[in-house]
């Protein structure tokens, strides 16, 4: 039977920063439409970075993952309704969000980038943008940027349920451009056969934010720290550079 994650911090043990020995599951929520780091098998199993690192972190906290799949606008409406335990799915640490939330330590950290069509009007830079139609992910921090900063310059900002419909109109000619994370954008779109004839917009966007944390609940501290503890530790013993090698030929880490 689940515990409750209140019941489960009254449970940890302070002094190795795990859980107790009784067998706990950690439902995460993730959207898999985000490749490499969050995706669905043909067998309907998830995978991707985000994944092998909460199934690792999960076995060194002594709990069982269960994966629940939400769109990613609802992550922290679920989590805050406590249908869901943790948020694993490439949700970046904002001061907006930490409002709302606790954040583990960080787990990885990419820049932000426009892609579009190359030959296109966009592919001149960022000055080409008033006017032209950018598609983004509801509920990311992409969404908010756009809105914050293109939008006043008249550029239609288009969010979408999911990143592979983002992917799917620019592809066919209904956007100018996405923005999105920079590895996603490369290795989920930029390399496969969908997103020939498309490439990188002007240079690297930073948004402020410190990079990607596991979302909890605001009161749930003790989780925190034993999610923090396991994440240094797959640092210091190699196992997170381990991971990262089946996914980049570079270190996500960031610094």
Known sequence: MKISLMILSAALAFSSGAFAADSTTLRLGIDP????????????????????????ICKRIHARCQWVELEFSGMIPALQARKIDAILSSMAITEKREQQ?????????????LIARQGSALAGGLNALPGKQIGVQSGTQFEGYALK??????????????????????ENGRLDGALLGSVEADYGFLRTQAGKGFAFVGEPLSMGDRGVGIGLRKDETAVQASINEAIASMRKDGTYAQIAKKYFDFDPYGN
């Open 33 to 56: 439409t985000y490749p490499p780091m969050d995706s669905k098998a043909p067998d309907g199993s998830f995978k991707g970075f985000d994944v092998d690192l909460g199934n690792e």
């Open 149 to 170: 900063n293109w939008a006043p310059l008249g550029v239609h900002v288009v969010a979408y349920k999911s990143q592979e419909e983002v992917f799917a109109d620019l």
């Open 101 to 113: 939330i606790l954040f583990s330590s960080k787990l990885f950290q990419f820049k932000s980038r």
